[in-house]
């Protein structure tokens, strides 16, 4: 079946600019996570939903940034005045999360982020 | 949250078994050992998850010792392929996970 997408694969934008990052999970996965790696870096957590609780924002660096999740499914990622420092890639990752066992996160293509 | 620590990066020939250690000294009860394989410009992929003693599947061994405070990734007969950055992770299932540099495995032909 299809795996997670992402949208767009790259994004330039200038700085000061605001951008939407799109994730599309597995269908039937209830839980959605964010994560940005910058290069050479391993992944940094950002946000992450599960069903209809309320997230968990732990990970968002600035107020700067801000996600939703729309009917438990599609979510997008939004950050407001990029800077270059938010240059990265921004991953997604959803996975099924039911009963006792562990159940592994399924990684999309990531979006390439560039900020002038 | 239990930090790890592993090589930031081995060479091996193709054909030959690879071994990465990962160093977990706060692991916690409820913790369990997770890897994931990371190839460029795509997301990390799970590869093997354990808690005590030894897991196989059909990629990958386990190898974790009693006290919990290592693991021991085990790659058997590497290709080329299996050029990536493997990572090791402790922490609690199905909670987001927390990535430290990996090691970056080289197989040379």
């Known amino acids: 079946g299809a795996g997670v997408s992402q949208s767009p694969s790259n994004k330039v934008t200038e700085k000061g600019k605001d951008v939407e990052l799109r994730c599309d999970p597995i269908?039937?996965?209830?839980?959605l996570y964010w994560y940005r790696q910058s290069l050479g870096q391993g992944l940094e957590f950002l946000i992450y939903?599960?069903?209809?609780?309320?997230?968990?924002k732990s990970g968002l660096p600035s107020d700067r940034f801000s996600a939703e999740r729309t009917g438990g499914s599609v979510s997008t990622l939004t950050i407001q005045r990029t800077q270059q420092e938010d240059s990265a890639v921004y991953l997604c990752?959803?996975?099924?999360?039911?009963?006792?066992?562990?159940?592994?996160?399924?990684f999309g293509p990531g979006t390439r982020l560039t900020v002038l | 949250l239990a930090k790890t620590t592993q090589p930031i990066s081995m060479d091996s020939y193709e054909g030959q078994e690879v071994n990465i250690t990962c160093s977990h000294n706060?692991?916690?009860?409820?913790?369990?050992i997770t890897w994931y394989q990371q190839f460029p410009s795509q997301g990390p992929r799970f590869i093997i998850q354990?808690?005590?003693t030894k897991v196989t599947n059909e990629v990958a061994s386990l190898f974790i010792p009693a006290d919990r405070k290592s693991s021991t990734l085990s790659l058997p007969r590497v290709s080329l392929s299996d050029t990536a950055v493997y990572y090791c992770?402790?922490?609690?299932?199905?909670?987001?996970?927390?990535f430290g540099k990996g090691t970056r495995l080289s197989v040379i032909a």
């Open positions: 990752a959803s996975s099924r999360v039911a009963g006792g066992g562990y159940n592994e996160q399924f």
């Open positions: 269908s039937g996965h209830t839980a």
């Open positions: 939903f599960q069903g209809n609780s309320a997230p968990d």
């Open positions: 706060n692991i916690a009860t409820n913790d369990y």
């Open positions: 354990g808690y005590k």
């Open positions: 992770l402790v922490g609690e299932r199905n909670t987001p996970l927390v």
